[in-house]
């Protein structure tokens, strides 16, 4: 049986190379070269040739300061309260995670609170639940005086907290922070939205693991 | 068969592509994007009334302060730069949205809400109407700044809101010894609430007699 296994495949290798010198020999130099490509791409395939390049983030460290869009960004701290300002939970029994960051424009131009929002994609294992809309939007306040700052004008430090409300239930000691790419559109072609923007497509710069610290009006 | 059009000569021919050339040359050499589309910058100082075919505008004062003073006080993360202004609709209602600080350097500076200042306004003919702005800036970015003012915005380079339309530029008059003091002190500042400029400077003299 072994000796008829190695027959049937001797012939049906003689017949592949058989068809494929009778393709290959009609070919141009060109066609040869491109099917040989096509052809090694498909060979790459188990191994992961159209798998998209996957790029890890950066670790993202507490008190380190990164370069995000048009920000020096400083990701400080991680707080858990009851109440933080005059923001409190929606529903009862939940509480409010706050990220604390230090930013800094270094533009030329204002940037919108937005575009900080944008950078810092809420927490996935810090249990953040929606509060008036289905988004995961934070209320962003400045720490210094708890009023919402709507843009960060150029060359000026900022202390800002980003605070989501948490499902009751969640009792961790970290989370982990992702701080998003954000790519500068100077002309939108793909959405015909405004031009001359801070735009996030979701690719996480840089990730780290954040202690929390419980307290109340921090 | 014959055909009773005019022929087509070689000579038209040749005219129609240079003038086709011509005009294509024409619109590329022209510069739109620098000098058609700029808004009329109307020069002015502290105090003097600008006329802006829509509105008259007067900067009225220049101030800072650390902290906005309001149910909800408002501290500044550089300085709150004051700037009170009237402005008088000449045309019809029209609102005020362009307002923008620049500075030496060429960086822009928009105001904030917080303090109970305004980001813009509006007025009709027949009053002026008093309002504050507060910009959040650096120390760097006191001494020669200027504040722009208009009805369109100023978001993006192309000039879209301000395009051929009059455009406020004020010089704050800030020198840099200037500066330094103006960072140096430590106000807080309570920001009048938009109003009539007739009706509270009446007031503001009633008051003082």
Known sequence: ?218 | MSHSGRRVTWRSTTLLVVAFGAACALVNVMPQGTILEQPFLVDGHVGETLDLDYAELTVTEVRTADTLASSQPAVAAGTFLVIDATWEATEGETYFAGAEVVDSQGRTHWPTSRGGCTEGTGSQPGYAWRTTYCFDVPRDALAGATVRLARGTHVHDDQAGQRRDAVAVVDLGITRQEADELWEATDEIDVDAPGFASATTNADEEGEG
């Open chain 1, 1 to 218: 049986m072994k000796h008829a296994r190695n027959a049937d495949a001797d012939l049906v290798l003689r017949l592949l190379h058989a068809v494929a010198d009778a393709v290959v020999d009609g070919m141009s130099t060109t066609q040869r070269v491109v099917v040989g490509g096509i052809a090694g791409v498909f060979a790459l395939t188990p191994f992961g040739a159209w798998d998209a390049v996957v790029v890890e983030p950066e670790p993202l460290v507490a008190g380190e300061e990164i370069e995000v869009g048009p920000f020096d960004l400083t990701v400080v701290r991680a707080v858990v309260a009851d109440e933080l300002g005059f923001v409190k939970p929606l529903e009862e029994g939940n509480r409010l995670l706050a990220v604390v960051v230090e930013v800094s424009n270094q533009g030329e131009k204002p940037a919108h609170q937005g575009t900080l929002v944008d950078a810092i994609p809420p927490p996935a294992d810090a249990g953040i639940v929606p509060r008036d809309t289905q988004e995961l939007l934070p209320t962003v306040l400045g720490v210094a005086d708890a009023t919402s700052v709507d843009v960060f004008n150029p060359g000026l430090p900022y202390r800002m907290a980003l605070i989501w409300e948490q499902d009751g239930a969640w009792a961790q000691d970290e989370i982990t922070v992702d701080v998003a790419e954000l790519t500068w559109i100077e002309e939108d072609t793909t959405f015909q939205l405004d031009d001359q923007r801070w735009f996030a497509y979701g690719e996480v710069l840089y990730r780290g693991r954040l202690a929390v610290e419980t307290g109340n009006d921090q």
